[in-house]
């Protein structure tokens, strides 16, 4: 019985290409922009890469707009409270981390691959950054 278990050769798992090509979408910093020479040689030592920058503030609003619009054709009763936090939102990086409620209120009043389509329209407005290689070490 054991030899059996071990002349089985093990299923293979298809290589699909959309995981390779899959972008890793991040949270914005909490940093802004410095302004004057002083505050961008502090920025340069403290921050973690000159590019993690946040986006300007007045982005906000239509970063709001676009979140809310992607809720337009449910059911408002549903997604009631999910507004408000979205219209509470006080920076990007409070709207990143709602995205996950936004997939989640489309992927159940419509289909998965909808609530992928309107994620992948918001996840613009975040940094992003390109998956790890295979070969490299974690």
């Known amino acids: ?11 293979r798992i298809p290589f699909s290409a959309s995981s390779r090509l899959r972008v890793e979408v991040r949270p ?9 020479a002083w505050q961008r040689v502090v920025f ?41 936090r979205i219209d509470r939102a006080r920076s990007l990086r409070d709207l990143w981390h709602l995205r996950a409620e936004v997939y989640r209120s489309v992927a159940l009043h419509h289909s998965q691959s909808e609530a992928e389509l309107r994620l992948t329209r918001l996840n613009r407005h ?10 490299a070490p974690l």
Do not use: I, Q, Y
């Open 126 to 135: 975040f940094p992003t950054r390109a998956p790890r290689s295979a070969f």
């Open 44 to 84: 340069w030592l403290l921050a973690p890469a000159p590019m993690d920058a946040a986006p300007p503030l007045n982005r906000l609003p239509a970063v709001r707009v676009e979140f809310v619009a992607c809720l337009h054709d449910l059911p408002p009763a549903a997604v009631a409270a999910l507004a408000e």
């Open 28 to 36: 914005p910093s909490l940093r802004h922009k410095p302004s004057s």
């Open 1 to 11: 019985m054991l030899g059996f278990a071990f002349s089985r050769t093990p299923r």
